[in-house]
């Protein structure tokens, strides 16, 4: 039997041993009774796109950087005239958002505003475009150049000699606030030319279907992707480290399963192994500076980049270039990807009455132009940037705890960004004055509880959306980015479904079989087998190589959007993403069929253990 | 001046719609386009007129017909006729000639059907869609040279003359006949050039039974449902329904029976994939030399695949095609004022619409 509502917030039970979670995140990130009535006519759903798993308190500054940001360029900038922002709460350490709209007697005025302002912007999209790359990397050369050290005993001669007229500790509270300062910052640039980009997609998005009401959205997005974007560079720089491995006749000495450590210091011994592992190691800065969570890349603090875990990337590399041994083509078919986009966006206009034709040409054509950016943003930002504000995060971990201010690095995680500013004083003044901190000792009990909070949260299992569903979601970001439409949001509340089937979105076309293989860490990739279909969270761009593999992908949380669904349509392979609860349902090993034409997975072979086996026919 | 009685497909001068009737023009056109098309042959409107000689006028009844004549009134005029026309065409060259022809096809061995091709039927803005006869899976050249006679005087049935007069099209003119070798079909359907539900020309919709096409024609078995996107080929939507019934050649006599789907069949798309292929790429060909959205039929021929996908007939679409395409903008001219017109009249156009299928928030 289907329930007409989700949970209220304000009925949602503390799992066991979890008691006090609340104080592991800020108070107003918090359902509160101030805010009671208003939150519970709302609608909130689990925001397991960018948050797919419990939030370490440290890590609450990335839901804050797009909490304050998206909301600021849409309601206040911008004047998007349907949407305001997206709000969030923290129940159980999860993240829960609603899209707030704008109130439908402002659109109009706000319609005029977004004109002037939007318009701008399109215009000059690309010269703004270039613009925002060297600002953007401005931050990221100046949170490169922060360094967190333990505190000398005495400080360096040149403090005196060249008059620095300031300490090492003072130092150490500046850049931490410059370190989060900085992020926050960057945020805002991130914001400055998404949601307007999306418009623009979106709108290109209503007139083909106003025109096609039959159109699948892949074919809508394939007229706008296919363009040579940054952020395919780093699965082309494995393609092209395989290929000089292969050149260098180095073949053999790869094929191993040696680590990357062991294998380039064995590499290391003679010219041309020096010569591909110099190579790797120029490349690795900044191509490898890939962060590999699944979902959204850089939400958390505790997923390696590819520079961290070169056997990632290495494994990649070997794929690589056992296809190229095979006598295969690695490389990515931009040409026909293009050549198709093009022959597609002329046959659909072909069909168009002559009046919609220009619009249609000016509308494809900012389309393109945004995407651009739409894509590439995710390298500079989620990439680049939050990849070197976790790495700096662990190296004044790593100062605090050889410091002892905290008895182990990863103890700094469990305390919020305002906790850890008052560890950074605490540690600074008393290496200062040549005292003693209050430090571990204080800190130990309430890290310890957090450590068993945390562990406790993990356990629980979030309902998909908390409060009074809409009767329609319309919210353009809503719909595009999170996937989630008013018929989701009835299949969540259908009490009991289709046994072995999972509906999602139609991500990439194609149908195929093949036995599951779930994957909920980078770590998992190396056991993916050619020929499964990977079932994710969702997946990030540093898992570009397991897609020479995998047959299909089936994902948690994602839109037509999603890299997901762009990968598996540039590879060709079907894809099913947003179905919500695929990685707690499948199970290694199963057969299922992925129809990425309907956005439907079936399980063929309830049983894990006889799966495994050849292909099998569709009954 | 008086031309050829019977003219196979092929021949150049099956383009003249005077000649062969709609029907057989339209099937000249796509063999010439290169489709594949049953082989056959037409009994012109002239063999039409050869036949009838000089029995004079058979239309008599009908034109004596007060304007607002009860139908029952009309169905005794139209059996007047219709037996004036037998019975002065019923022997003689013109026939001897047809069975000449048809023991030209395969040695005479082959069923086929035998279909009226009435000159002005099958035009762009009239379908004239079965108000004349057909008989199916026939076989021996006297059986054939009788239902010649049959398509005849399907120019006088009731129904034929009210629609007649409903379209404006004058008194009946000369009625031409193309007998075609049977496809023994696994599957067969039709297919439009669009959408008509909807008016998208970016798809073609394709209907389709196991078996012959007639119970899907005639109305009378829900068909399976293809909606395929022309610039892709990607099936957009697959409606599965449960046929229960088919109708199938006869393997011991010529003619037909209708019969019970195979239970493991009923619920199976009767067409695979490539089949579907096939269909989109010749119904786009046949849209792109007629410049305008067509229907058609198709059959399968068993054991089924793309190499066996016959076209039966094709026509202009009369419904759409005389529309302009959909607007895609309310006057919207720049990128900018597009952008402003979807983000304020919400996003519901951002969205897939599902047609009669469930929603599955893609």
Known sequence: MAADRFPSPFDIETPPGAEGWESMYDWYHLFGPERRELDEGRFWFADRLHHPDVLHPYDEIQCECWWQALGAFNTRIFAMPPAFGVDQRIVNGRLYVTPVAAPAEDIAARAEEFGRRAGHYYERWDAIYAEWKEKVTAKLEEIRSLRFDPLPDLEPESTVFEHVGHSAGFRMIRDFDRLVLTMYETYQYHFELLNIGYAAYLTFFALCRQAFPDISDQSISRMVGGLRVELYRPDDELKRLAKEAQRLGLVGRLSGTDDAATLFDALRADDAGAEWVADWERTADPWFLINTDPGHPGGYHTYPTWADQPDIPLASVREYLRRLEEGESIDRPTDEVLAERDRITAGYRELLNDADRATFDETVALARQVFAFIEEHVLYIEHWMWATFWAKSHELSRALAAMGEIDEPEDMFFLRRYEVAEAIYDCVAAWSVGSRPRGADHLRPTIARRREIYTALRAWEPPPALGPPPTQIDEPFTVMLWGITTSTVSEWLRADGDEGVLRGTAGSPGIVEGPVRVVTHPNELTEVQPGDVLVCPATSPSWAPVFARIAATVSDVGGIMSHTAIVCREYGMPAVVGTGNAVSTLRTGQRVRVDGDTGVVTVLEPDAERSGAGPSRTP | ?362
């Open chain 2, 1 to 362: 001046m008086s031309g050829a009685w019977i003219l196979g497909l092929p021949d150049p001068a099956s383009a003249d719609v005077a000649a062969v009737g709609g029907k057989g023009a339209g099937l000249h056109r796509l063999v010439a386009l290169g489709a594949r098309v049953p082989a056959g042959f037409v009994v012109t409107t002239d063999a039409f007129r050869a036949a009838l000689g000089d029995t004079g006028d058979v239309e008599a009844p009908l034109r004596d017909l007060p304007p607002d004549a009860p139908i029952d009134a009309v169905e005794r005029a139209a059996a007047q006729a219709r037996a004036r026309l037998l019975r002065s065409t019923s022997t003689g060259p013109v026939l001897d000639a047809v069975r000449t022809a048809y023991d030209g096809l395969a040695g005479g061995i082959v069923r086929v059907a035998v279909r009226s091709s009435a000159v002005g039927e099958d035009a762009a803005g009239a379908s004239f869609a079965g108000e004349h006869d057909t008989f199916l899976e026939l076989r021996g050249r006297d059986a054939v040279a009788d239902a010649v006679c049959r398509c005849w005087a399907s120019l006088y049935t009731a129904r034929a003359v009210s629609y007649r007069e409903h379209a404006g099209a004058g008194p009946a003119g000369a009625m031409a006949v193309v007998v075609q070798e049977m496809v023994p079909a696994r599957a067969a359907g039709v297919f439009m050039t669009l959408n008509p539900a909807n008016g998208d020309r970016s798809t073609v919709v394709c209907e389709a039974v196991w078996g012959l096409g007639e119970p899907l024609v005639s109305g009378t078995v829900t068909p399976d449902r293809f909606v395929i996107d022309k610039i892709s080929g990607e099936v957009v939507r697959r409606e599965v329904a449960s046929k229960e019934r088919c109708l199938l050649r006869d393997p011991e006599h010529p003619g037909t029976h209708e019969t019970d789907v195979p239970a493991e069949r009923r619920e199976q798309p009767c067409l695979d994939d490539a089949e579907l292929a096939e269909i989109l790429e010749l119904a786009r060909r046949v849209e792109r030399d007629a410049g305008v959205p067509q229907d058609g039929e198709f059959a399968v021929a068993d054991p089924g695949g793309p190499a066996r996908v016959h076209l039966l007939q094709t026509r202009p679409e009369t419904v759409w095609s005389t529309r302009a395409p959909r607007a895609a903008t309310d006057g919207a001219r720049s990128a900018l004022s597009a952008v402003l017109a979807t983000l304020t009249r919400g996003t519901s156009a951002a969205r897939p619409i599902h047609e009669g299928t469930p929603d599955h928030g893609g």
